[in-house]
């Protein structure tokens, strides 16, 4: 198949039998996987998606809603999708991963087999969680509120790249994040693991819990070390769960 707009920084072997769709949280970039590759099983499709306004696709406008940038994104590469696969979802990429995993669904019939959630409440709890811009754009405003919110490292936030670089994403992500409006679906039935950062205070555990009611399968949830952007200290641990839950899955 012809390469997607979607996908960047990926691992893939046309014998593999399994694909990872990797959702980063607002503002990241499928960049972030990248290390996951030396990581990730090779019996399993590493699939990071490229959100529009980033890499090769920062020409690209972020789609106006959530509901087109779920039709766009699934329709743009429901061949992968229609393969056995799992998904993994960071902050709110979560519940895009969720919503997409309902669409393919609905299109197809197919289920995933697996998915792992990171520093996410349940779906609708979504909007809520969101970045909130002050109404100024004054540099020190930007950066007193994001240190703020507890998720950001004052000296990264104070960092000229930052600033320029990394917030026109979070605002442009958290503009059509903001446009998500929570329906209750029909329950999948795949296992979920939900992992969430001990000294994380923008996730609550109970709603994290709620988690359950999207599946009929197995929901697991475990705190770890560290605050919002946990993952990224504990890539080879997190790596190590995919693999213990994928590998094998499919013969």
Known sequence: MNKSKWIAHERMDEKNKINLF????????????????KLVDPSVNLIPILYPEREVRRKDPMEESFDKFIEDLVND????????????????????????AVRVKELTGKEPLWGLVASSEA?????????EFPQKDAKNDITEYLVGLGMFDEQIVQSEMFLQYYVPLLKADCKMLDTFIYRKHDKL????????????????????????DVTNGEMRLEIREGGHFFVDTQKKEICDLINQRL???VQ
Not at 22 to 36: D, K
Not at 123 to 131: A, F, I
Not at 189 to 211: C, P, R
């Open 22 to 37: 990797c959702f980063t949280f607002p503002g990241g970039s499928a960049s972030s996987f990248a290390t996951w590759k």
């Open 77 to 100: 590469n429901l061949e992968l999708f229609s393969m056995p696969y799992a998904f993994f979802g960071y902050c709110g990429g979560a519940v895009i991963a969720y919503e997409a």
């Open 123 to 131: 779906p609708q709890y979504l909007r809520d969680s969101l970045v």
């Open 189 to 212: 039935s795949l296992d979920l693991d939900v992992l969430y950062g001990k000294e994380d205070h923008t996730v609550d555990y109970e709603k994290a819990k709620q988690w359950q």
């Open 247 to 249: 590998v094998g899955k």
